[in-house]
């Protein structure tokens, strides 16, 4: 009971709504992100995620903040129509709540980046995504 109540209390410290389900909203949130302090929170927040393994882990972290529909519009370097989201505030975060949780201790940011690459890759195919499994039509 008073773990889920810290939990509660750290969403309302955090003052936005997770996961993001907006690029508005994902731009609030850099905006937000720009305090360090709120950064802390967020991390904070964010390392009690759990997971069984690194990749575990950081799809959890990755759909708890964003929504697949807010997935289907980034990729990692910002190719294409898409936005990266390896320049963000919020990419960081990420993966300083990784490194504090205990599978993530030993994390790279390569291997961290490997697992957020394929997470937006296949965001667009997932129940909420932008609906382009809809005209994918396999060989």
């Known amino acids: 009971m008073i773990q889920g109540h810290m939990c509660e209390e750290d969403v309302e410290s955090l003052d936005i709504d997770l996961p993001?389900?907006?690029?508005?909203?994902?731009?609030?949130?850099?905006?937000?992100?720009?305090?360090?302090?709120?950064?802390?929170r967020m991390v904070s927040h964010l390392s009690r995620m759990g997971g069984a393994t690194v990749d575990d882990a950081v799809r959890r972290l990755m759909q708890a903040v964003l929504s697949f529909s807010v997935g289907s519009e980034l990729n990692w370097v910002g190719r294409g129509q898409k936005r990266s989201f390896r320049n963000t505030r919020l990419q960081g975060v990420l993966f300083r709540a990784l490194k504090k949780t205990p599978v993530g201790k030993e994390a790279t940011h390569h291997q961290f980046a490997d697992v957020v690459k394929k997470w937006l890759r296949f965001a667009p195919f997932r129940q909420g995504g932008s609906g382009r499994r809809q005209h994918y039509k396999p060989p």
């Open 20 to 40: 993001l389900q907006t690029m508005e909203q994902l731009d609030e949130t850099e905006r937000y992100l720009e305090d360090d302090g709120a950064q802390k």
